[in-house]
């Protein structure tokens, strides 16, 4: 039963997500099932969980109804907007030669590409629109073998560590009452692990565990799994843009140990983690920042689309994860400082603000606890002196952390290393002294002279230190426990800025690169 | 496509790697550089750890560590075999070094994903991997009767002291008594329990206290691991 439930709960959130994949996301999708299907998972997840935090932080129990509604509402756009493109087809005779404007996505001021409602919202640049190439076949099949193998050691093993520890009791209470009253949170002589932190994914596996058997877990997993499969379903059809480059990343990124792993502390899954949620809402916030980055002036649906991806996206990164807020602070102050474009990229950041204000109303609500960092640390020349060299080792450590990455990280560190034109060598060993620097540190720094890239690795980099500078564990024993996560939460989106990086202006078309968005046209 | 000397060193090289794979999984563990071990004995941590904590966090460490550098060699070897074998791999990929690098982490995740098939077979034979209703059984362990028996026995509407250090222990018990009210005390029964958690969990009904060491060796506690407090 609890299977099943999980099963509903996935559909549910992709036919949430279905409306605004087309109305936001259709080009970033791609024409592609498993494309569609995992942008409609993820952003179905970030709306239901957003929406599911408002209801808990006024003191609503995060229940099926709501998952519920927003389906019904988003398909039944959906139909409206079929029967909309079936009556423009059918007048199109009529009016000999003239355009098709398409039922809602024409409402909303989406321009939309080669007539057809879901490329509309943040759009496509190659204009290659479905004859893009499939995945090759045995990387398809690596793809399957890793969602199938994963999914299944996720759903058929319970929560351990941090998962049955507060991110699976977090969402049991949550279903039982709201955020507001919810004892754990407010009580501070009561069973309740990291108060403070947001409670998106535990509002999203609510509702299966309000319905199913009291000790059932394999429907909150296979919804955890799930959101991991749309991970690599978006990263596949975003990587498959960027040329062979981008099929050999996504071939190393989908065998990582941290994927395939049974292993509790390798596991992305096993445990009931919930970096990979995180990873996902963070790749979707770095595509969407960059389709505003590139977005031409004048294309105002496409910046409208753009910022509410943006926001969305950013909102559902800060909801997840306690780490979220200060990466999509990372992202949105990389992208503003590099620029262009900054009003729109103020703008979707104002707009993940507002709609991450539950979590944090409900955060400064709860129960004081134990800080996990203090800033005091910083200014303390003893801790710089005890911990700085160590963290430094660790964050370096990192590289050859294969037993959770496999050789992935020296790959990204390679393929960045020397950027290729299309069609010659991924590796041309040309780049040299400041040049091959900067190429390193971001691929596209280098060839577009953007600082996006650049700030954006610095940035988690500085954010990685300071929070094992500032932290209240042991430092070590801290990094022992998290490093490998936090940095497997970039590592999607990393790995997306280095296979672009790779890809000539030729191959990708005239605007940018291997973007996977594009100018609507004007 | 790879000339016959080259592949013949990526043959060589594989088999170097191998050999070093296979000289660092003899050994149990793999320490900290020395620069590293006596930087943090000179300078340690604000947060100081008791002797045994530490010695448990450098022991896993150190066993990761050599997880780690036995799998990098394994990948590596891995790598290097797939480019001597397949010599039209590095103009696919785009170069040796990149192709020695997917080829050896799609190697090594195959292997692991291989692996994880053939652990959740095994777990589910031994009825630790289900997608039934029922996943008390594979959280607790022999546990499990006991504290079925504990839900039956302590009513929704009361309150649970939960006395103990054992982590594992103590998220199984709080998954497994779930919805009654749950006060933590993380130590094993201290002298002055009755004067600091006298008040915890008044005005829930009647109050229980479980004490996770007594749940873990029964034999050797005077107590039962689940007594009734009040009224």
């Known amino acids: 039963m609890s299977l099943c439930l999980g099963v509903l709960c996935v559909l549910a959130w992709v036919a949430a997500g279905w409306a605004p994949m087309r109305v936001l996301a259709g080009g970033l999708a791609g024409p592609r099932w498993y494309g569609r299907a995992a942008m409609a998972c993820a952003l179905g997840a970030a709306l239901t969980g957003l929406a599911q935090v408002l209801l808990s932080a006024c003191g609503v129990a995060a229940g099926p109804a709501l998952p519920c509604a927003l389906a019904l509402v988003s398909l039944g756009w959906c139909a409206s907007a079929a029967r909309a493109e079936a009556r423009a087809a059918g007048d199109r005779p009529a009016r000999a030669g003239a355009p098709a404007r398409t039922g809602a996505p024409a409402r909303t001021g989406m321009r939309t590409h080669e007539g057809a409602a879901e490329r509309g919202g943040v759009p496509d640049r190659h204009g290659t629109g479905g004859r893009r190439k499939a995945l090759p076949a045995w ?332 932290t209240s564990m042991q430092a070590e024993r801290h990094m022992d426990t998290s490093a490998h996560r936090l940095l497997w939460q970039w590592l999607p989106a990393a790995a997306w800025l280095v296979a672009r990086g790779g890809t000539s202006q030729r191959e990708a078309g005239p605007a940018a690169g291997c973007s996977s968005f594009g100018g609507a046209g004007a | 496509m790879l000339a016959p000397r080259a592949r013949l060193v990526a043959l060589l090289a594989a088999l170097l790697l191998a050999a070093g794979a296979v000289q660092v999984a003899a050994r149990d563990v793999l320490p900290a550089p020395a620069w590293l071990s006596t930087w943090t004995a000179r300078h340690p941590d604000p947060r100081t750890f008791s002797e045994a904590e530490s010695l448990a966090l450098r022991a896993l460490q150190d066993k990761a560590r050599r997880k780690d550098v036995m799998l990098l060699f394994a990948a590596l070897a891995a790598g290097c075999a797939a480019v001597a074998a397949f010599p039209r791999l590095p103009a696919r990929a785009g170069g040796v070094r990149v192709a020695v690098l997917a080829a050896g982490t799609v190697t090594l995740g195959i292997a692991l994903a291989a692996s994880s098939v053939v652990g959740q077979a095994r777990l589910a034979a031994a009825r630790e991997w289900s997608l039934g209703d029922d996943a008390l059984g594979a959280l607790a362990g022999p546990h499990t009767a006991t504290l079925r028996a504990w839900r039956a026995r302590v009513p929704e509407s009361d309150a649970v002291l939960l006395l103990g250090t054992d982590s594992s222990l103590w998220n199984v018990t709080a998954w497994a008594l779930h919805p009654r009210a749950i006060f933590p005390l993380l130590r094993d029964v201290p002298p002055d329990m009755s004067d600091e958690a006298q008040d915890f969990g008044r005005g829930q009904g009647a109050r229980w206290v479980v004490d996770l060491g007594a749940l873990a060796a029964p034999a050797r506690s005077a107590h039962a691991a689940l007594l009734k407090v009040d009224p």
């Open chain 1, 139 to 470: 990387l398809g099949a690596l793809l399957v073998v890793v969602v199938l193998s994963s999914v299944a050691a996720g759903a058929g093993t319970p929560f351990r560590s941090d998962g049955s520890k507060f991110w699976a009791p977090k969402a049991r209470e949550l279903a039982r009452v709201g955020a507001s009253e919810a004892p754990s949170l407010h009580d501070p002589e009561r069973l309740g692990v990291h108060r403070d932190y947001p409670l998106l994914v535990p509002a999203l596996l609510a509702p299966v565990f309000a319905l199913g058997p009291p000790d059932a877990m394999s429907g909150p997993k296979l919804a955890l799994g799930a959101l991991l499969a749309a991970l690599l379903g978006l990263l596949a059809v975003m990587l498959a843009r960027c040329g062979g480059r981008g099929l050999v990343i996504l071939a190393a990124f989908a065998a990582q140990p941290l994927l395939v792993s049974l292993d509790v502390r390798e596991s992305a899954v096993s445990a009931g983690y919930v970096d990979a949620v995180q990873a996902l809402f963070l790749l979707l916030l770095v595509a969407a920042v960059e389709a505003l980055r590139e977005g031409p002036a004048g294309a105002r649906g496409s910046d409208v689309a753009g910022i509410a991806l943006a926001g969305l996206a950013g909102a559902a990164l800060a909801g997840t994860k306690l780490e979220g807020s200060v990466e999509a602070a990372v992202v949105f102050g990389a992208a503003l400082a590099a620029g262009p474009r900054r009003g729109a990229l103020a703008a979707a950041a104002a707009g993940a603000l507002l709609l991450a204000l539950p979590t944090f109303v409900i955060a400064a609500g709860v129960a004081p606890g134990e800080p996990g960092f203090s800033l005091a640390r910083l200014a303390d020349p003893e801790v710089w002196q005890a911990r700085l060299l160590p963290v430094l080792a660790g964050l370096g450590g990192l590289l050859i952390d294969v037993s959770s990455f496999g050789l992935l990280p020296l790959l990204l560190l390679v393929l960045a290393w020397a950027p290729s034109p299309a069609g010659a060598p991924a590796v041309d060993g040309t780049r040299t002294g400041a040049r091959a620097v900067a190429a390193a540190l971001a691929p596209d720094i280098a060839r577009r002279r953007r600082w996006f890239g650049v700030l954006l690795a610095g940035g988690a980099l500085a954010f990685g230190l300071l929070s094992y500078l500032s």
